[in-house]
């Protein structure tokens, strides 16, 4: 069974920084790209930022490039998300999942709540 737990979310003052984990299981996690997502109050899901399964060309937004990085260790089955020089626009929930298109989306996990305060 397919599970992604997110975690490493929080309260954090604007300019300062968080680092997310998701922990994947149930899934080839080394040989699939992955990504990270988010949500904020009254506005749709957006994909953040994505790495390939040999971790080359690293996608970025345009809001959050250069402040966010993403990375993953395979032999731990996690990705990670870097977030500094937060801002309060960043404040969603936090979520990981599969960048090989909607169709290759598997189920969402619960998130984690990043909460920035200017």
């Known amino acids: 069974q397919v599970h992604l737990v997110e975690s490493g979310g929080g309260l954090v003052q604007a300019g300062g920084s968080l680092r997310l984990s998701c922990a994947a299981s149930?899934?080839?996690?080394?040989?699939?790209?992955m990504g990270w997502f988010r949500q904020a109050p009254g506005k749709q899901r957006e994909m953040v930022a994505s790495?390939?399964?040999?971790?080359?060309?690293?996608y970025y937004a345009d809001s959050v490039r250069g402040r966010f990085t993403i990375s993953r260790d395979n032999a731990k089955n996690t990705l990670y998300l870097q977030m500094n020089s937060l801002k309060p626009e960043d404040t969603a929930v936090y979520y990981c999942?599969?960048?090989?298109?909607?169709?290759?989306?598997?189920?969402w996990g619960q998130g984690t709540q990043v909460t920035v305060s200017s």
């Open positions: 790495i390939t399964s040999g971790r080359s060309s690293p």
């Open positions: 149930g899934i080839s996690f080394s040989i699939v790209s």
């Open positions: 999942n599969t960048a090989m298109g909607p169709l290759k989306r598997l189920d």
